[in-house]
């Protein structure tokens, strides 16, 4: 696609093995995207400087100046508060700083705003994927672990250190004895993500469970046990129903707080697709407040690509 | 207190019994307090007439007219949207309608702005009580039941059907058989209201534990069982564990999603003050995810003016 001559933004989505970078007209419709490596050498102090080369070389080759963009987006994998602080990014070796006036100053003054991957992914099906046409969405990423945003009236739930939007450690579970990544036991991570639900499946089998489906192959995934589940193997619906389980009464909770009018699952295990769904919604149904209820739940459906339109939606 | 020469707002909470109202400063600081009897006859068709003649007493009383008046803030005990549209207050007989345009209307176009009286009172404690000085607050209420408002960047979260904040409906043990007030099992107020405190000292009594404080007794309330945990009685403290364990894991959701600031702990069950808080706090830190934990948590200061400073704080 070519530019059509309206201003535009960026929304930038910086991961620990490469930054994207989408190009969108001012009504958030996508130009341009491209991907680069994020260069984690000498505690990533190169990613700022490749960001910009890779703005300007867009802005560049499309004859457009600095007066023609509205400003750049940005999610960082690391808790951002509201006014442009990074609290430290782990997986970039970033420590503390105000990522908004860096980059804005090495833009040339573009205006910058950022906040956390997931949210700013969360913003992104809210505006434009999923969530689309309404206010207050929550999002919920099923992935290798369980992420999560919340926006509220179109607008980013932050909280005080960034760390809004934190479901994956919502504990479910305060009988548990294994261990989450977080150090705590029994947040909803350990039951609904793909390590979770490979995990969950290991422990029924351990107990003497037999599964058609699972028995006999040498390793699994959470695809293997979500398929399972869907073609009647007792073993893999025991996995489904405990997942269900759990994420209702998360879900649940997130609606007393919040009470969304949609709720939208996205991450590798969201492929289970329509299963997975009518899983999650039965067990909210019997667990959310009834003036809470009225959520509709969707399938993410911007995929990779939810944390570019999220950051370009992010300036207003 | 006398006016001193500023402009003025109103703030009205009106409850199944009385209505409140408050006069206040621009700066939010009351100046007089009155109370009137909350009409339910004909559907409450009379309460908002009575609020007004009270209203424009007290106004002609200090020689103020219209245009010194910056709004009239209003909590309603029943869900209001973000436009001020009422979605039925049983209570007082009322169904849907919008009350800040019909209030405004009948007070000559002063400004209206409405919320539920859980909300409103949330907002009172975070700018003028217990949570004052911090942005992100989430405000408790032990009453009969378990009440909540949640206020973010110092505005009160309503959701899609204004049903936000209703933290006592957060699905905490899914293994309870008996009912909740709402008809599911297991949500925070059937271990952490009033009611649900004396319910749980009764099915420890069933089930043949003995308590110094309470057999005996002819009939027993919370402020029996908290004062009985203070000293030292055993199934006191195991009511006392229960409810803070429950406690602190809904809190522990609350702050996964919102990551506040502060949390304000009001209504009866909160004037066993700092035991209270000790047992609600050890259990939140066990179950809060490392980067939601930074609260602080303190008492609710405002009482039942809550309602009427939440009010004055909703004009702007």
């Known amino acids: 696609m070519?530019?059509?001559g309206r201003k535009v933004k960026f929304g930038v989505d910086v991961g620990g093995t490469t930054v994207k970078l989408g190009l969108f007209d001012e009504t958030d419709t996508p130009i341009y995207k491209c991907e680069i490596t994020t260069d984690k050498t000498d505690n990533g102090k190169n990613i700022l400087g490749d960001i910009c080369s890779c703005i300007n070389d867009i802005m560049s080759?499309?004859?457009?100046?600095?007066?023609?963009?509205?400003?750049?987006?940005?999610?960082?994998?690391?808790?951002?508060?509201?006014?442009?602080?990074?609290?430290?990014?782990?997986?970039?070796?970033?420590?503390?700083?105000?990522?908004e006036d860096t980059l804005s100053q090495?833009?040339?003054?573009?205006?910058?705003?950022?906040?956390?991957?997931?949210?700013?992914?969360?913003l992104g099906e809210q505006k434009s994927?999923?969530?689309?046409?309404?206010?207050?969405?929550?999002?919920?990423?099923?992935?290798?672990?369980?992420?999560?945003g919340v926006i509220l009236d179109g607008r980013v739930v932050t909280g005080t250190n960034g760390a809004a939007g934190e479901i994956g450690h919502i504990p479910v579970n305060?009988?548990?004895?294994?261990?989450?990544?977080?150090?705590?036991?029994?947040?909803?991570?350990q039951y609904a993500s793909a390590s979770g639900i490979v995990r969950l499946a290991g422990v029924y089998q351990a107990e003497g469970m037999k599964s058609e489906k699972l028995d006999g192959m040498d390793g699994y995934t959470a695809k293997d046990v979500m398929d399972g589940a869907k073609s009647g193997d007792k073993l893999c619906l025991r996995v489904a129903d405990t997942l269900g389980t759990y994420m209702g009464?998360?879900?649940?909770?997130?609606?007393?707080?919040?009470?969304?009018?949609?709720?939208?699952?996205?991450?590798?295990?969201?492929?289970?697709?329509?299963?997975?769904?009518?899983?999650?919604?039965?067990?909210?149904?019997?667990?959310?407040?009834?003036?809470?209820?009225?959520?509709?739940?969707?399938?993410?459906?911007l995929g990779?690509?939810?944390?570019?339109?999220?950051?370009a939606a992010l300036i207003k």
């Open 2 to 4: 070519e530019y059509t």
């Open 61 to 99: 080759e499309r004859k457009l100046d600095r007066s023609d963009c509205l400003g750049v987006g940005i999610g960082l994998p690391g808790p951002v508060t509201d006014d442009g602080r990074i609290l430290g990014c782990v997986n970039l070796g970033w420590g503390v700083f105000n990522i």
């Open 106 to 122: 090495l833009l040339g003054g573009i205006k910058v705003k950022a906040g956390n991957d997931a949210n700013v992914a969360a």
């Open 129 to 148: 994927g999923g969530g689309r046409g309404y206010d207050n969405v929550v999002m919920i990423t099923l992935g290798t672990g369980v992420g999560g």
């Open 174 to 189: 305060i009988s548990e004895t294994a261990k989450c990544s977080c150090g705590k036991c029994g947040c909803l991570e």
């Open 249 to 301: 009464m998360a879900l649940a909770a997130v609606a007393s707080v919040t009470n969304p009018d949609c709720m939208v699952i996205g991450g590798g295990v969201s492929r289970a697709g329509q299963f997975l769904i009518d899983v999650i919604e039965k067990k909210f149904m019997q667990y959310a407040f009834t003036p809470c209820r009225n959520v509709t739940f969707r399938l993410a459906a």
């Open 304 to 311: 990779n690509d939810a944390g570019i339109y999220g950051g």
